[in-house]
């Protein structure tokens, strides 16, 4: 039995101070909710009548780093799961959340608000840091 607890606190080591598989564990456990904000650009996206039933409040939406875009050099793509692409996080915000994902962290989004306005899509969102 000495051996079995022996080896239990070798793997916990392991794991918390040496980065044996350390990815398995969230830091913060829960995510963490940063800023709330709109999807920029939505008049632009072709066929964007077809992603409406898509989206729902609480819908999940992945950001994407378009480090190359020719607009903006922060700019973060904003898709749904299925990966249609509804927009970007709008410039006038966009620069810390562009810094967090270059330096790694998975940042995320949840619809909070949608609602047509005249020709385009008003779309809340609230910006989240992966847990």
């Not at 000495?2 to 392991?14: A, V």
């Not at 650009?41 to 009548?49: D, L, P, R, V």
């Not at 950001?63 to 410039?91: H, M, S, V």
């Not at 995320?108 to 910006?127: L, T």
């Amino acid at each position: 039995m000495p051996d079995l607890e022996k080896t239990d606190k070798e793997n916990f080591i392991d794991i918390f101070h040496r980065g044996g598989g350390i990815d398995k564990f969230k830091p913060y456990g829960e995510d963490i909710f940063l800023f709330d904000t709109y999807v920029a650009g939505t008049s632009y996206i072709e066929n964007m009548e077809n992603f409406q039933e898509k989206i729902e409040i609480d819908t999940k939406v992945k950001f994407f780093r378009e480090i190359y875009n020719e607009y903006d050099e922060n700019a973060i793509k904003i898709c749904l799961e299925t990966g249609e692409k509804i927009g970007y996080i709008p410039q006038v915000d966009n620069e810390i959340f562009a810094r967090l994902m270059d330096s790694g962290k998975y940042l995320f989004g949840k619809v909070y608000h949608k609602e047509k306005k005249g020709r385009w899509w008003q779309i809340g969102i609230k910006i989240y840091l992966e847990g």
